[in-house]
């Protein structure tokens, strides 16, 4: 059996260290913010509320620690600057992760926050410490409005944050997630009502924060938490500068399944094998930002992205090209039956529809992109051996990985690699002409044949005119009849445990790496991308296989 959930996410080395770290400082502000408002002598009206009044202002210091807080992970550009020096220090590829545990604590310390509140207006009313009903406090004063406020922005970011809104309607979690410019402008005017106070009635001033700091005895924490807003604010206007660079759309092949590949060209672009971007075409939205994969390598004289046609974005833009369901379908009925392979000036390649408008009549979109920015598979090269991992269209960032080891292999400069091992996870055949061309051109380029092993695995149920297409074709054949590479097709589910037992045995022995010997370390990074289930499966067989002699390491690309 694999490990509980519990112990994955709370007791393992690296998630227990977090966990003291993250919730200690929580309740360690907590615990201060309870502390300060029940110690405090000009506050002895307010704490006449005993109980509910000490846990509003320790849950109210937490939440203005994690609005903060929840900016920093956001600072896509100098994440990407530091996260090459300071990777070892902190877990930069995981900054979404990081992202949602301050929002999970967020959604708790609110409701913590906004009960306790809701049972200090009904004592100020029942009590009449102040000559105002719980209502008035609700919705006349800045504290209640700008709490309220808040709350409903809460309801409708977390509601669409869900894993499935954003694969289906990505433009619904863009648009929402975006209301947090609101948020945080509540957030740093939340306090301006004066609600904690020595005396009976607000010291208000004209100036900001809009109250007078000598009766009105709040945190103060504005201060602090703005400065993450003000620079995330001045990132975003960076970036925006960025994406207005001259860029061109110059060419858009289309290839089975549906998956489309824009060629950009953008000479103030630069990039490393395996980081992505955003892309926006403005005739179809002029405030939508999807993430993409960097699919060519930093040798190329363009920057290519792969779209699979899937959601409202995609299928949009597949309609705008003209290669919309229809001409998909027809594409992969005809890929299915093996036809998918053409053979032109005797090069061997996936067919696909290529829409160039010097060519052809048809007009191509303006384009905007932004970034790069970092991801796991950018340390491929500080590894003794690179195991690559893409299921479906999870396999672009490999493609921009696997063309810059072939170009720095023409040059000699494979850094600490030594052996590379790619695995390809297709639930359908036409998918595997997506990068057909580029594995047919890396395979037949390797002068080791024990440099990279290319392992594809086809998992859908073969129907009875595929089983005799393959069975006809592979009989004596030097080529794979689906992929016409050297590499046979597998099919099923790999058996990843199995793997990577076997891997480590054949280190360990000295079979694997050419003069290895069992008295070093052998370094094994994994870089992973697809779904979370195939994830979990992968990292767990990484940890299983680890010991003295072979480090397995894991690591999975989030946008």
């Not at 195991?387 to 493609?399: D, H, Q, S």
Request: aromatic share 14%; with cysteine.
């Amino acid at each position: 059996m694999g490990e509980s959930w519990f112990h994955r996410e709370f007791l393992t080395p690296r998630r227990l260290c977090f966990n003291v770290l993250f919730y200690g400082a929580h309740f360690a502000f907590f615990a201060y913010g309870w502390w300060s408002q029940a110690t405090n002598t000009r506050l002895a009206g307010l704490n006449s509320l005993k109980f509910s009044v000490w846990t509003s202002r320790g849950a109210g210091l937490v939440l203005a620690f994690d609005g903060g807080l929840i900016l920093v992970p956001m600072l896509r550009n100098i994440i990407r600057v530091v996260r090459p020096k300071l990777a070892w220090l902190f877990p930069a590829d995981e900054n979404i992760w990081f992202h949602r545990q301050v929002a999970y604590s967020m959604a708790f310390w609110a409701m913590v926050h906004t009960t306790a509140h809701y049972v200090n207006f009904i004592n100020v009313e029942r009590t009449q410490i102040r000559k105002q009903t719980a209502l008035q406090i609700h919705y006349t004063q800045p504290g209640g409005i700008t709490g309220h406020f808040m709350l409903l922005i809460m309801v409708l970011m977390y509601s669409t944050a869900h894993y499935k809104i954003r694969k289906q309607a990505f433009e619904v979690f863009w648009y929402t997630h975006h209301l947090a410019f609101f948020f945080m402008l509540g957030l740093y005017t939340h306090a301006t009502g004066c609600f904690v106070r020595d005396s009976v009635d607000p010291d208000f001033q004209a100036t900001f924060p809009f109250y007078n700091t000598e009766h009105c005895l709040g945190y103060l924490s504005w201060r602090f938490t703005i400065w993450p807003g003000i620079i995330y604010f001045g990132e975003r206007v960076w970036r925006e500068i960025r994406a207005r660079r001259a860029t061109r759309l110059s060419k858009v092949l289309v290839h089975p399944s549906g998956a489309m590949e824009l060629r950009i060209v953008k000479p103030s672009f630069k990039y490393t094998a395996g980081q992505w971007l955003f892309i926006q075409i403005p005739e179809l939205s002029r405030w939508q930002w999807h993430p993409f994969t960097i699919t060519s390598a930093p040798e190329d004289p363009y920057v290519s992205i792969h779209i699979r046609q899937v959601g409202d974005f995609t299928h949009a833009l597949g309609d705008r090209l003209g290669v919309g369901p229809s001409v998909v379908a027809a594409m992969t009925s005809a890929a299915m039956k093996g036809s998918e392979k053409d053979s032109k000036d005797g090069i061997s390649r996936g067919d696909f529809v290529e829409l160039d408008p010097t060519i052809s009549s048809i007009t191509l979109p303006q384009v905007r992109i932004d970034g790069p920015y970092g991801a796991p598979a950018e340390d491929v090269f500080k590894n003794e051996v690179a195991v690559l991992i893409g299921a479906g269209i999870g396999v672009t960032p490999f493609a921009s990985i696997l063309k810059h080891i072939w170009y720095r292999q023409k040059k000699g400069k494979l850094g600490s690699l030594r052996r590379v091992e790619f695995f390809w996870v297709c639930r359908d055949a036409p998918s595997f002409g997506w990068f057909q061309s580029l594995l047919q051109e890396v395979e037949a380029a390797q002068a080791d044949p024990n440099f990279l092993r290319i392992n594809i695995y086809l998992t859908q149920k073969i129907g009875e005119d595929m089983l005799w297409n393959i069975a006809v074709n592979d009989a004596g054949a030097e080529y794979d009849p689906l992929t016409l590479l050297r590499s046979r097709t597998m099919f099923g589910r790999p058996d990843w445990k199995s793997i990577y037992a076997q891997m480590r045995q054949a280190i360990e022995a000295g079979q694997y790496l050419p003069g290895a010997t069992s008295q070093l370390k052998t370094k094994v990074g994994t870089y992973f991308c697809g779904p979370g289930v195939l994830a979990k499966a992968i990292k767990e067989a990484t940890v299983a296989s680890s010991n003295a002699n072979v480090d397995f390491l894991f690591a999975k690309e989030h946008f």
